[in-house]
């Protein structure tokens, strides 16, 4: 968390997964924080966050936009993920093997770590 000039948010761990793994990465030379939850199974999920004022161009060309915590951001159903700005922080949930609903829940549940 102290690697982003924002405040990180994080979900508290849903019903039937552990709590995340965390490490620090780059993203262009900038510092991208990960964070990993596993499930049974084959269930599992990650939170990246990097420090942002608006959100670059989507990977994705059929990415549609949606509401996340009250905020405009974007989905990609083929990608599994969830993406949007909040607090000069980037964030990008995704999960291939967790439904986008379950994401979006999970995105709401988000709390500030410091």
Do not use: H, K, Q
């Not at 690697?3 to 508290?12: F, S």
């Not at 199974?41 to 059929?62: I, M, Q, T, V």
């Amino acid at each position: 968390a102290d690697a982003l000039t924002g405040v990180l948010l994080l979900p508290p761990s849903p019903a039937g997964f552990r709590g995340p793994a965390l490490r620090l990465d780059e993203r262009f030379g900038d510092p991208v924080v990960i964070a990993r939850w596993t499930g049974p199974g084959a269930r599992a999920f990650s939170l990246s966050a990097w420090d942002a004022e608006r959100s670059g161009p989507p990977l994705d060309p059929d990415v549609a936009g949606v509401e996340i915590r009250g905020i405009a951001g974007r989905m990609s159903p083929a990608r599994g993920e969830l993406e949007w700005v909040e607090g000069g922080v980037a964030y990008r949930l995704s999960g291939p093997t967790v439904a986008l609903t379950e994401l979006a829940g999970i995105a709401e549940t988000m709390e500030p770590v410091r």
